[in-house]
C-alpha cells in the first residue's frame, strides 16, 4: 500500500496520455493536495461529457503504461487555440479521485474489497509487537543457541558477544465481523528498512479492510470505508484522516492494488491536545487480550450506522469545527443529530386514542365557531404532542449514560443545551452572560453524544490501564466549568 504522501512524491508531476479512442490527447498530471489537475491538449474537448451534476470519467495511461482513472472529474477550464495545423484544446480537470493501476479493478469499475490505513491509528491497536531482552551474562547453553541461529557457522571472523536481544512477533489476524454480508478485518502490516550490521529501523501499522459480499462501485465501496472511519473519528472526537487507501481483486500472489489518491483529503497530522488529551491511555479496548470485545462494539456500531447516521455526522462536523472555535450553531447541529434518533421517542405523552379524541373535538368547536382549517392540519398538529421533546430527548440520552455522568451533571448540561440552542434557533441576541458557556457547553455536548453512540454499543467507559475514556473525562470537566460559570453569575449575599 502507498501512503498520499507517497503518491505524490514518486507521481507529484508525471506525463500522460488518454486512454480513449474517441478522445486523444496528452499533458501532465499533477497531484499536489487541492491544486491536483490534469492539464490536457487534445484534438477536442471535454464538453459535453459530464453526467447532469457535472462528473465525468476519465482514462489515462501514465509513463509506465498502467492505467489512471479520474473518478468524478471536473472540467475547470477549456480554452481553445487555432493554428495552421488546426484546432487544439487545453483542458484542466480537477480529480476527486486519482486511480493509480486502475486494471485491478473488475469491469464497470468494481471492486471486490478496500483497504485503509489512518493516522495514529496504533492508538487503538496498542500491542506490542517488539520486545527486547537485555543479556546480563548470559548462560554458555543461550550463548551457544543464539550462535546456531547464525546461517553461516564459521564466522570467526566476526564478533559474537551478545548482549540484547530483540524479539519481533508476527501478529495473525487482529480482529474480524461481520455486517450485511461485508466481512471487515483488521491486520497489523510492518515495514523493515535497515535491518543491517549498524541499524535496526522496524514499524508496524494497523491495516483496516471490508471484504465485500459482492463488488461495489468506487462510491459505494469509499462510503463503506467512511463509515468505519467515522468509528475511530467519533473516540477520538476529531478527524482521523487516511493515510492510504487502496482497492484490491484476486488474492494471494495474484493480488492487485489499485492505489487511490484523495486531493481534497488532508492527511497530515492529528492535532493530539484538542479538544481533550489524545493518547493510547484513555483508549478503550486497545489492548491484544481485548481484541474480541472490540469487535464486538465495532460491529454493533456498524450495524447502526443506517439509524444514527445524522448523529454521527453532526458529531464529525462539530469535531472538525473545534479546530476554528465553537459556535451556537454546533449546539443547533448536535440537537438535530439527536432528534433524528427514533430510539430516544420514549412513551409518548398522549395515547393515539387520546390524540383522535382531542383532535376530533377541536374539528368539531372549528365547525360551531365558523372557524375555517383544514381537518388534516389540526389532525397533524395535534398528532405531534405524541413526539417528545427536545428536553425528554436529552432525559433519555443522559439515563443511558448514568452512572458515567451524574443526574446533577446531566441536568447542568441539558439546562445549558436548551437555553443556547433557543438563542441559536430564534436569532436572539445573546446576553452578556450566555456566551461564556458557549465552549464549554458545546464541547461538553458532543462528547456526550459521542459516549452515548458509543457506550450503547457496548463501550467501557475505562481503559485498560484503567483510565477514563478521553470522552469522559473531557464532558466532566467542561460540565464543571459550566458550574462554575453559574457560580459566579450568582449575585453576592
Known sequence: MKRFDEIEEKHGSSPVVTDDPTHAGSGTLILDGEKSQAVLLSDDTLMGSSDDDGWFALRLKGPNGRPILLHNALLTSSTQHSSRHGQMYEEHIYPNAVILGSDALLPGNKIPSIAFTMRDLGFFFHYQHVESHYLFEPAKEVVAALKGLRGKKDRSYDLFKPRELFVVHQFPRVLSFKVAGHRYEIFVGSQKAGLGWKKIDFQTDPIATIHFAKPLGIEDAMDLAWQWRRYFGTLALRPIPWTSLTARSG?????????????????????????????????????????????????????????????????????????????????????????SLGELKGQPALSSDQTKVIADGAIAAAKVNGIEVEDARLRGVIGSLQNQSLGQRLKLMFTALEPALSKSQAKTLIASVMELRQVAAHGLSPVADVMPKAGPTVEAFACACALYDLVTCGMPIRSASDQRVGLLTHAAWAIAELENIKRRAKPQV
Open 251 to 339: 488474492s494471494g500472489r495474484a493480488m492487485r492494488e489499485a492505489e487511490f489518491y484523495l486531493p481534497n483529503h488532508d492527511s497530515g497530522a492529528v492535532d493530539r491536545e484538542a479538544p481533550f488529551s489524545f493518547w493510547l491511555g484513555n483508549i478503550p479496548l486497545n489492548r491484544w487480550a481485548e481484541r474480541n470485545a472490540l469487535a464486538a462494539v465495532m460491529q454493533t456500531w456498524v450495524e447502526r450506522e443506517g439509524a444514527r447516521y445524522r448523529l454521527r455526522g453532526a458529531i464529525q462536523t462539530v469535531a472538525k469545527n473545534f479546530r476554528r472555535g465553537t459556535s451556537l450553531d454546533d449546539i443547533v447541529t448536535l440537537c438535530a443529530g439527536i432528534e
